[in-house]
C-alpha cells in the first residue's frame, strides 16, 4: 500500500505542476481534473475514504463544470474554430489520459488486495452532515476559501478584459 500512496502522490504533484505551466486553460483544467483524482486516491490511502468521496463527488466533479463554464465565459480573444483546434489536438489530451490510466491502474491493482470490508451499512444525511462539521470541517473551509479566491479573481480578470474593450 505503501507504493500506492507514492504513486497517487506522485501523480498528484506532477498533474499540480503541469496545471501550472499549462498556457491553455482548457489543458490545465484537464490535468487539474486528474489532479484532483489522484488527491482522492492519496486520502483513501490515509483511511479517509469520506473526503476522498467529497474529492470526486464535488470538486472533481461539479467544480470543473464550473471551471469550463468560466472559461468559455471570458473567451479570451482567439477564434473559436482555432480555439477549439487546439483544445482537440491528440497531444493535449495526451498526458491527462497517461495519468488517469495509470490511476485507474493503480485502482485495479488495489482492488485485488482489499481485503472484504464485511457488512455495508446504509449511510444517512445525519451522518454526511456530522463528518462535515465535524473532523473534515477545516479541509472543506480552507477549500471554500481557496474556491472563493478563485471566482473573486475570475472575475475580476473578466471584468477588466470587458472594460478594455
Known sequence: MHILAILSASITVVGAIMVITRSIAVHAVLYL?????????????LGAPFAAALDVIIYAGA????????????????????REKEWLRPRAWFGPAVLA????????FGLR??????????ITPRDVGL???????M????????LLAGLV????????????R
Open 33 to 45: 481534473v486528474v489532479t484532483l483524482l489522484s488527491l482522492a486516491s492519496v486520502l483513501s490511502l
Open 63 to 82: 467544480i470543473m463544470v464550473l471551471f469550463v463554464f468560466v472559461i468559455m465565459m471570458l473567451n479570451l480573444g482567439q477564434p473559436d474554430s482555432d
Open 101 to 108: 490510466a495509470v490511476l485507474c491502474g493503480e485502482l485495479f
Open 113 to 122: 488486495d482489499m481485503p472484504d470490508a464485511g457488512p455495508i451499512s446504509m
Open 131 to 137: 463528518m462535515l462539521f465535524g473532523p473534515y470541517v
Open 139 to 146: 479541509m472543506v473551509e480552507l477549500v471554500s476559501f481557496l
Open 153 to 164: 479573481t475570475a472575475f475580476h480578470i473578466g471584468r477588466y478584459r470587458m472594460e478594455d
